[in-house]
């Protein structure tokens, strides 16, 4: 069953960050606020997530090439979820996120999900996971907005600085 995909991906996501710092635990779980187009953003982002993984409990895998395509997807994707959580659990002094993976992008931790479900999505030869996942990604975009925008206002000249310097994908 494809859903034992999860168990890494969890254990990367919430039990690495746990053991590394509860408050970026708690800083993670905390979304932006979001206004006009990203409010409905926001509601398929969190539909398609919990899609996401609801679907892998029903979701097989395949042989051959895509699996291996997949697989090396989902490894590559969470490799950079690692990265993506000790950069995230270290942040510099002003408080921002400089570390590892966020050196050459914004946001390493929405790209390592991409990855880690599309390597999913390619492992099951699943165009519904698929199709879940461009809207995740999509919605979640707009989400990245909400983040940015919270973090001007948090952090003002210093995060405009690394807008600057720093791309928001790879």
């Not at 990265?83 to 050459?104: H, K, M, Q, W």
């Not at 929405?110 to 996971?129: D, I």
């Not at 919605?139 to 003002?156: L, M, N, P, T, V």
Request: proline share 4%; with cysteine; hydrophobic share 55%.
């Amino acid at each position: 069953m494809a859903a034992m995909l999860l168990i890494p991906f969890f254990l990367l996501r919430f039990g690495l960050m746990a053991l590394l710092s509860r408050p970026a635990l708690a800083r993670a779980a905390a979304f932006a606020p979001v206004t006009g187009a990203e409010i409905p953003a926001y509601w398929v982002y969190q539909l398609s997530n919990a899609a996401l993984i609801i679907a892998l409990f029903f979701l097989q895998f395949t042989g051959g090439p895509l699996l291996l395509g997949g697989t090396a997807l989902y490894g590559a994707g969470s490799v950079l979820l690692a990265a993506s959580v000790a950069g995230f659990c270290t942040p510099d002094e002003n408080g921002i996120n400089l570390r590892g993976a966020y050196r050459y992008s914004r946001n390493p931790m929405y790209m390592s999900y991409f990855l880690v479900f599309l390597g999913c999505a390619a492992m099951t030869a699943s165009l519904l996971l698929l199709a879940l996942l461009l809207c995740f990604q999509i919605s979640a975009h707009w989400i990245i907005r909400a983040e940015e925008r919270s973090c001007i206002q948090r952090f003002g000249q210093d995060y405009l600085d690394y807008m600057k310097q720093v791309r928001r994908y790879f």
